[in-house]
Nanobody
Framework: QVQVVESGGGLVQSGGSLKLSCEVSGRTLSAYDIGWYRQAPGKEREYLARLWDNGLTQYEDAVKGRFTIFRGTTKNVVYLQMNNLKPEDTADYYC?????????WGRGTQVAVSA
């Protein structure tokens, strides 16, 4: 079993920043990727960014240049730095552990951006 826990969400004004954390624990493989997703009310979950085990990153166009995915000092913690937040970024944000043995999702952290 792999546990995924997100944290760092909150309420921020438009133009502000937040740093989300994703902590992975349990029976993880030595190599795995981490993805960040979000789901706004009434919408489907959408992909935001991915950090491959080899360090490569990929971003969805909607967040490219504003969001940065990176690993902390320990491999099991991955961050999503979100800058220049907009009201349309309001959503529940989810972290996904992606491995050759399967995936695990966290329960999400709420982000609200006021105009």
């Amino acid at each position: 079993q792999v546990q995924v826990v997100e944290s760092g969400g909150g309420l921020v004004q438009s133009g502000g920043s937040l740093k989300l954390s994703c902590e992975v624990s349990g029976r993880t493989l030595s190599a795995y990727d981490i993805g960040w997703y979000r789901q706004a009310p009434g919408k489907e979950r959408e992909y935001l960014a991915r950090l491959w085990d080899n360090g490569l990153t990929q971003y969805e166009d909607a967040v490219k240049g504003r969001f940065t995915i990176f690993r902390g000092t320990t491999k099991n913690v991955v961050y999503l730095q979100m800058n220049n937040l907009k009201p349309e970024d309001t959503a529940d944000y989810y972290c996904r552990y992606i491995s050759g043995r399967g995936d695990s999702w966290g329960r999400g952290t709420q982000v609200a951006v006021s105009a």
